[in-house]
């Protein structure tokens, strides 16, 4: 396994798709693999480091989510609950100016009928309502950018369908309503403090390990910038980045968006939540998180791929097709991270690069995950 690890490591370092990576694999609870490659920097030649930290985009909802959870185990929010509860104000309409009761259970599976920005044109409401995505416009107040969002008209009635959207950032939200205080202390208190993390979380531990980020080009990765818009071709759209909003206090912690940090930090959640949640959470609310709650026609991840509680569920690995199990757990994040847990084979797998979207979705993942299995 290492030598195919090392080698879709080295082709896609050598092929100008990534900058740096670090690859961590567990099985059976040990680290069988981990190597740090490539660059931190590229411009002033900074190695990656294995505790190298990385800004997370959407591997951020997953830590959110066991938060949200653990406030349903605690009974102070239940799936059903209307959002309105706790956010009064958040009454986004349907486009017969209807009033449709979202609740949290469909914010946490993204059958809201909210969406993102960068699924839509120039010209959509979100982009003409200035919607933040949760990785732009530094120093923007979440109770601002809730207030747009809430003008926007949904795309569909609430549990419809899946659409991929801000309904995390709105948990957050919530999350802020419900314990008087931010986000930002909720998730460490409520997961990272007890699982000992200390250099993930809504801001920065070490600012000379933050890795410089880069989206890919048609020659080499280019480094990102303030305000730079990258095409998004999956979605037919385009995400506008902003890295150092992380670096603004005054930055709304992001639900969807808005974390940082390293791959073992990562490695470590996700091993927590493969061997049953403990300290964090208790084994049948994992158990409720793993199971698919929508149906492979979701396609949350492309075809076979249904969605559960903070990440996607693989419903139909002949969909894919992927050597992965039935029931493994799996997201990524726009800047360029990906990680999966195949439950069945104690298998828990975390590549975390700074190259969008290589890292992401790229021919880079598919690799990491075929040379594990093959």
């Known amino acids: 396994m290492s030598d195919r690890l090392d080698r879709a490591i080295d082709n896609a370092l050598a092929d100008n798709r990534l900058v740096g990576t670090v690859v961590i694999v567990a099985r059976g609870g040990k680290i069988a693999y981990r190597r740090a490659a490539g660059f931190a920097d590229r411009e002033s030649q900074k190695p990656m ?11 951020t909802k997953p830590f959110v989510t066991a938060a949200v959870m653990r406030l349903i185990e605690d009974g102070v929010v239940r799936l059903d609950d209307p959002v309105t509860r706790f956010l009064p104000d958040f009454q986004p309409r349907l486009s017969d100016g209807s009033v449709p009761v979202i609740s949290i259970r469909h914010l946490l599976t993204h059958t809201s009928g909210l969406g993102y920005p960068f699924q839509e044109g120039s010209d959509g409401h979100y982009r003409r309502l200035d919607v933040s995505d949760g990785l732009d416009q530094p120093g923007l107040s979440l109770s601002e950018n809730l ?17 991929y959207s801000l309904g995390m950032d709105v948990m957050g939200g919530v999350v ?17 403090d007890p699982l000992g993390i200390v250099d993930t979380g809504f801001a ?10 880069y989206f890919n080009s048609e020659s080499v990765p280019v480094r990102i910038t303030d305000g730079m818009v990258v095409p998004l071709d999956a ?62 026609q979701a ?26 199990s039935p029931g493994t757990l799996h997201w990524a994040g726009g800047y360029g991270n990906s990680w999966f847990i195949d439950r069945a084979n104690a298998l828990t797998v975390v590549a975390m690069t700074n190259t969008a979207f290589e890292g992401m979705s790229g021919k880079f993942v598919s690799d990491i995950r075929d040379a594990v299995y093959n």
Request: glycine residues 14%.
């Open 176 to 192: 802020e309503s419900v314990t008087g205080g931010s986000l930002r202390d909720a998730v460490r208190k409520l997961v990272t």
């Open 235 to 296: 979605f037919n759209g385009s995400l506008t980045f902003a890295p150092s909003r992380i670096l603004d206090p005054n930055s709304y912690p992001s639900g969807g968006g808005g974390m940082v940090g390293t791959a073992g930090d990562v490695l470590h959640f996700l091993e927590t939540i493969r061997l049953g949640g403990g300290p964090i959470l208790k084994p049948e609310t994992v158990e409720m998180m793993a199971t698919d709650q929508l149906g492979p």
């Open 299 to 324: 396609a949350a991840c492309g075809p076979g791929w249904g969605f559960g509680f903070g990440w996607a569920v693989l419903a139909d690995p002949h969909a894919v097709p992927s050597p992965q």
């Open 49 to 59: 480091q294995t505790d190298s930290i990385f800004r997370f985009a959407s591997v």
């Open 204 to 213: 920065v531990a070490d600012v000379e390990r933050l890795a410089t980020n």
């Open 147 to 163: 207030r747009r969002l809430a003008a926007a008209p949904l795309t569909a009635a609430p549990g419809s369908g899946f659409r």
